[in-house]
Structure formats: structure tokens, C-alpha cells
């Protein structure tokens, strides 16, 4: 199968750790079907990256072998956004009509409602093909608060041939704002297994050259508002003053790194917290083999890759209690190896880390089993093939059959 998959959300050589999961579905696409890329970059990101640009476009193609182009689009920062569509799709769309007329898609993927599942949909309509849409999580839980950009949205999700979530609770999410239920289909997504299993953490510390005598704590994400960095401090904090030898490491970058270095000192917690800047995905799994426990503190997600990294990692959570991390909190049943707490709450959120640091929770995590990416490219490819009227196995009363380990 000839698959173009379209998202602004994909990395480049100027931003490697940018949508990374959507680089590993197109990877585990790609040993059995042809697969093609249109990454949409923004005219500001192209400018400020304008002399990196020529090696950056080239990386991924060059590191993995998949042909993926990266057409610049306009758009006008924080103001009209229910127009983005429409400048994404004028800005991109003879680049679009050049790689249609050489690859002849069979269908369309797209990651994220709106800008970019729009563009696929206005690609994929005139040519025939199934639009398959998947959503992330903020492209339908807050971008729709926006009166004027909701019903773009809603529009996408409508008419999209099948709307992929990655949990039940986006599901119901997609269905609340207008799709039809029969079209929305959950398939979790995947970590890469041959980098993210259990392993010895003592020999990951040495690697990373990390205390072998602290029980470490992990935080891995981007450092932005919807993060709730600041309760993880507070928390972490509030922790530390029971457990003096709880040590914190912050696994990223952003723009409220500044604003969260200066909390920490200004907590007197700077011998505590370890800020370790970006990493790579295939330098990721020793941070979290080196961790005692993960910790999420974000305000809104979806289900988010981090706790499926680290769970993968045999590695139990805290989380707050957003989106769908409660599916995955919940896998399995009777044997806890995650707690979760209301947003906000610094103080449920020290109890937790306290509880979740004991041997069992620990224990039972070590034998999570999570699926990979290609049982997920495989349930997409048997959707995709059943939109175009080929049913596969996999397929019974328009709904994914999954795999054994569906979260």
C-alpha cells in the first residue's frame, strides 16, 4: 500500500525529538508498504533555522530511509485561527499536487485535527482515497474551545473517511464534538522495543553518571504551561522534606525553563534537581532504566508516549489524572503499579510519590508487557484496507480487534 502520511508534528534535523512517535509509525510502516512524508514547517521555524535548512530536511531521509519533504506554510501567529487550514493548504498544496502525481497515494495519514487533518482531507477528496485522521489529544480536548476554530475542527472529524484516537477517552471526546461513532476507532499507540525494555538501573546510572546512592526521580517532556511544572516542584518539595534523599531529574527543554530553574533555587532545591536539557530518543531508555519513578504532572493530555516509554522501561508512574493516563494506569487490574492525583494537588501528589517509591509498585511494573509500533501500523493498515473495501482479519463489526497488551 502507497501511504502519504501528512503532520506539521514530525522532526528534522533542527528538531530531532519533535513528533518522534509519528516518525516511528511511519518506520514500522514502512518494511511492508511504500511510504511517503509531507511535514509542513512553518514559516517562522524556517526562518529562524534558514541556515540549517538544506541538512535539516534531509535528515530523516538520510538517517532512516523514508523520502520525507518538509514545504514551508503561512500563517498569522495567534490570531485567526480557524484560518490556519486554509493558509496551511494555499501555502502547501502545488508541493502536495507534485508528490500526488509522483507517488499516487492510496490513502491519507494525518496526525493532529486542525491544521493539518484539514489539508489531508482537501488532498484526499478530489483524488478518491481514504483520509484517516489520528488525533492527539489538545487538537480535540482544547483547541475546539475556540468558538471560531471549532467547527473546522468538527468538519475534519465529520468527514474524515476514519478518525484514529489513541484511548477511549479521546474517543468519546471525538464523538462528543459531532463524528460519527462508527468512523472513530481507538488503537493505542506504540513504543519502539528494541529500545524501550527493562534493564539494569545501577548500569544505567553509571552511564549517565548519576548518583547510585539517591532514589531518582524522572520528568520527561517539553517545558511548557500545560506541563504544570510548577507542581512537580511544589511537590517534589513537599517529598524531599520526608525523603531527604530523593533527587529530581527534568529531561527537556522550553520556554518556562528559566521560569522553573528559578523555583527551584528559589526553593533551595538546586543540589536536588538535575536539569538535563533535550534528549534523543535512543538516549531516553537509560534515563528511564536509571529512575526509581516517573512523574507527569500536566494539566491536560491525551494518553501520552512518556508513561508507555517508561512503562516500558519497567519503570511504575505518578501522574495526574488527565486525559486517558487512567487506561494505562488501570491495565492491570488488582495490581497496581501507578497512582494518579487531581490536578493541582502538590500535596496528593508528594503522598503518591512516597507510596509508588515502595518495592511492590516497582515490582509489578517490571512485568507490564506494552505493545510496539508495528502492532499499531498493523491495525491502521487493516482500517485503512477496510475503508477500501478490503476487510481483513482484523476487522469485525467496524472495529479494531486488538492485539494482545492493548495498552
Not at 490556519?84 to 494525518?110: A, C, D, K, N
Not at 462508527?182 to 548500569?203: E, K, M, W
Not at 548519576?210 to 510548577?230: A, I, Q, S, Y
Not at 510519590?353 to 507490564?368: D, G, H, K, N, T
Request: charged share 25%.
Amino acid at each position: 500500500m502507497r501511504i502519504l502520511f501528512l503532520s506539521s508534528i514530525f522532526p528534522h534535523g533542527t528538531a530531532r525529538v519533535t513528533g518522534t512517535f509519528n516518525l516511528e509509525l511511519c518506520r514500522a510502516f514502512a518494511p511492508e508498504h511504500d511510504v511517503r512524508v509531507v511535514a509542513p514547517r512553518s514559516f517562522i521555524d524556517v526562518w529562524r533555522t534558514r541556515r540549517e535548512n538544506r541538512a535539516a530536511d534531509r535528515w530523516v531521509t538520510e538517517t532512516t530511509g523514508i523520502n520525507a519533504s518538509y514545504p514551508s506554510y503561512f500563517y498569522t501567529p495567534g490570531i485567526a485561527r480557524s484560518l490556519y487550514g486554509e493558509s496551511m493548504w494555499w501555502s502547501v498544496r502545488r508541493h502536495l499536487g507534485r508528490v500526488v502525481e509522483q507517488f499516487h497515494p492510496e490513502t491519507i495519514v494525518s496526525y493532529w485535527a486542525h491544521p493539518d487533518g484539514e489539508v489531508a482531507l482537501r488532498t484526499a477528496q478530489p483524488l478518491g482515497i481514504p483520509s484517516v485522521v489520528i488525533i492527539g489529544g489538545s487538537d480535540v480536548l482544547l483547541l475546539p474551545n475556540d468558538r471560531r476554530r471549532r467547527p473546522k475542527i468538527q468538519s475534519v472529524l465529520r468527514q474524515s473517511s476514519a478518525v484514529m484516537t489513541v484511548s477511549e477517552g479521546l474517543r468519546r471526546s471525538v464523538i462528543d464534538l459531532g463524528a460519527d461513532p462508527s468512523r472513530v476507532h481507538t488503537i493505542y499507540q506504540g513504543v519502539d522495543d528494541q529500545l524501550f525494555f527493562p534493564g539494569d538501573a545501577d548500569a544505567a546510572r553509571r552511564r549517565l553518571s548519576l548518583p547510585t546512592d539517591r532514589r531518582l526521580l524522572l520528568w520527561v517532556g517539553r517545558m511548557v504551561e500545560v506541563k504544570g511544572l510548577d507542581t512537580l516542584i511544589a511537590a517534589f518539595d513537599l517529598a524531599r522534606q520526608k525523603q531527604s534523599d530523593l533527587h529530581l531529574l527534568l529531561v527537556g527543554d522550553g520556554p518556562l525553563r528559566a521560569a522553573v530553574r528559578s523555583d527551584v533555587e528559589r526553593r533551595g532545591l538546586s543540589n536536588h534537581v538535575t536539569f538535563t536539557g533535550t534528549q534523543l530518543p535512543t538516549q531516553l531508555p537509560d534515563w528511564y532504566r536509571a529512575a526509581d519513578l516517573f512523574v507527569l504532572s500536566s494539566l491536560s493530555e491525551g494518553l501520552p508516549n512518556v508513561l508507555r516509554e517508561a512503562v516500558a522501561c519497567g519503570r511504575p508512574f505518578v501522574s495526574t489524572d488527565v486525559g486517558s493516563v487512567r487506561e494505562l494506569a488501570e491495565s492491570q487490574p488488582g495490581s497496581p503499579f501507578a497512582e494518579l492525583v487531581p490536578v493541582g494537588d502538590t500535596a496528593a501528589m508528594a503522598i503518591a510519590i512516597e507510596r509508588v517509591l515502595r518495592p511492590e509498585y516497582l515490582a509489578v511494573a517490571r512485568s507490564v508487557s506494552c505493545r510496539s509500533w508495528r502492532d499499531t501500523a498493523q491495525d491502521l493498515v487493516s482500517l485503512i484496507r477496510n475503508l477500501c473495501g478490503d476487510v481483513p482479519a482484523l476487522i469485525e463489526n467496524n472495529e479494531i480487534v486488538p492485539h494482545e497488551n492493548t495498552v
